[in-house]
């Protein structure tokens, strides 16, 4: 009927839709955000790891710094702000190093052997990948800090390649990193998966089916049982006149029949429960 209304929907129903719209749409950010931190987070961090960096500062010195300008000239820079852009002004400082502890440095009994220098002319870099993203990466402190020549800072050595020296380093800071990138979007991603296919995936549901035959199927059996019981009614007059002898292959019979009867039914209560607990899922 046109007056009719339609019948509002339960509570339980516009909650599981919204659940799986916010678990879909999480599951699609989470993949997207893990394929920006490949090259932001993990590629860093892993190349890092790998360069096998001495944990422990050392003495290093400046002693000479290029500022470059042009596209051309700047090949590499010792600190660049933005990963992925063109760079038309850099700077460029090389440093000398020593296996001394920075610890044991002071300026004013420290003496410079020039025969403990062990890396010389060496390119100095901020990280790993000589680039970054304010605030975290500030060029231009960097290269006030550590561009003068003759200037004298802590800094570390990478022990798979002794021409790479970095101010910054920490392996705990890398592999908390590597673990926070691996972790976060997998674990929402998983999640909001398997809550959606739970919730939507026939094969969960049909556990939570119950069987009841609908109306027109529960008129229909109670028919077959009248007319089973009105059989049987006429094979027990029939049987009145049977011998006594007999009476065994009575008792035998009913409990034959009552197996076959159950098997006879096994099959379309099977395919009744199917069709309740596709009814079932589909009306949700």
């Not at 660049?80 to 760079?87: A, E, S, Y």
């Not at 870099?125 to 006030?144: E, H, L, W």
Request: aromatic share 12%.
């Amino acid at each position: 009927m046109e007056g009719e209304e339609k019948p509002e929907e339960s509570f339980a129903v516009k909650l599981k839709y919204y659940t799986t719209l916010t678990m879909g749409t999480t599951a699609c950010l989470s993949s997207f955000i893990f394929m920006f931190l490949i090259p932001w987070i993990l590629d860093p961090s892993i190349s890092t790891l790998m360069a096998n960096f001495d944990p422990e500062q050392v003495l290093c010195r400046t002693v000479r710094t290029d500022h470059l300008v042009s596209m051309k000239n700047c090949s590499w820079s010792s600190c660049k702000h933005g990963c992925t852009t063109d760079q038309y002004e850099c700077d460029q400082i090389y440093v000398d190093y020593m296996h001394v502890p920075y610890s044991e440095y002071d300026e004013e009994s420290f003496e410079m052997d020039e025969d403990l220098w062990v890396g010389r002319g060496v390119p100095l870099f901020i990280n790993i990948k000589a680039c970054g993203y304010p605030p975290q990466t500030n060029c231009s402190t960097f290269a006030d800090k550590h561009g003068p020549e003759g200037s004298v800072f802590a800094c570390y050595y990478s022990r798979a390649d002794p021409n790479l020296v970095m101010t910054e380093y920490s392996w705990w800071k890398e592999v908390n990193s590597i673990i926070m990138a691996l972790l976060i979007p997998n674990v929402l991603c998983g999640f909001s998966l398997g809550l959606v296919t739970y919730w939507w995936y026939p094969g969960c549901q049909k556990r939570r089916c119950q069987y009841q035959l609908p109306p027109d199927q529960e008129d229909a059996s109670s028919n077959n049982a009248d007319d089973e019981d009105d059989e049987e009614g006429e094979q027990d007059d029939e049987g009145d006149g049977a011998k006594k002898g007999d009476e065994s292959d009575m008792k035998n019979r009913p409990q034959e029949e009552e197996k076959d009867r159950d098997t006879s039914i096994s099959m379309p209560e099977e395919v009744l429960l199917i069709r309740e607990c596709d009814y079932w899922i589909t009306g949700l």
